[in-house]
């Protein structure tokens, strides 16, 4: 029991001092985005971040919490696999067509929505910031999983430390104002997402289940509008203020 206690406080720590590292360099790019953008700039960044995140939880349909739900469910390794091969190629397809879905449709509904904001390049890179971002969530999820905190802290960090480092060349050496600051966030993810998915598929079967793919898919969706109610809990104290 002590034992148990000790793993579980070890990685408690690890995820704690995760938390504190990425909260660190999201700190540190904030004098570096008001010293070197405009007004005008930081806006369009602010309305960017807050339509990935929109869309994210749109994208993700909750699959990652549904692929924990039925991973826990079974003590077969094997079924284990197929279900995260299963749910990553469910991820894989529904967040590719929401993405031509809202590339097509997304110039017009940005026209709408944020006259202001030219859906090119600004509103299109969010777009394809969100899409690496959903692909990245199940690996890290299950990582969580399979207890390997070390993996976990060290992409999560390591993709916010690459973000910050590109975000100084892009933004304050080449000056490339908010356009930057969003290709620095996309690289960053989209290497992110492809070696965390590398060590996904070294564990998942990809052998696709309808089953599987059709009850994890009833499991997450609900989950989509908890989400967006949760992130307009969180920035409900700006109207306040």
Do not use: N
């Amino acid at each position: 029991m002590l034992q148990r206690v000790r793993y579980l406080a070890g990685q408690s720590v690890i995820y704690g001092l995760g938390t504190i590292l990425t909260q660190g360099i999201a700190f540190f790019l904030i004098p570096l985005y008001t010293r070197y953008l405009t007004p005008d700039a930081y806006g369009i960044l602010s309305i960017t971040s807050a339509v990935s995140t929109v869309l994210l939880s749109i994208f993700s349909l909750g699959l990652p919490s549904a692929a924990l739900r039925f991973y826990f469910d079974t003590s077969d390794e094997e079924r284990k696999r197929a279900i995260i091969g299963t749910v990553w190629l469910t991820s894989c397809a529904t967040s590719a067509g929401l993405t031509v879905v809202f590339l097509l449709c997304g110039p017009s509904l940005s026209h709408w929505a944020f006259p202001d904001v030219p859906f090119y390049p600004y509103l299109a890179l969010a777009l394809a910031i969100t899409c690496f971002q959903t692909l990245r969530t199940l690996p890290m999820a299950f990582f969580r999983a399979r207890e390997h905190p070390t993996r976990f802290v060290t992409f999560s960090t390591g993709t916010f430390l690459l973000t910050a480092l590109l975000s100084i060349l892009m933004v304050a050496l080449m000056r490339l104002g908010a356009r930057g600051a969003l290709v620095a966030r996309l690289i960053a993810y989209a290497i992110s997402a492809v070696a965390t998915t590398v060590l996904l598929l070294s564990y998942a079967k990809l052998d696709f289940r309808f089953r599987v793919a059709h009850a994890a898919i009833l499991f997450g969706v609900p989950l989509v509008p908890a989400g967006l109610f949760a992130w307009m809990l969180r920035l409900s104290d700006r109207i306040v203020m």
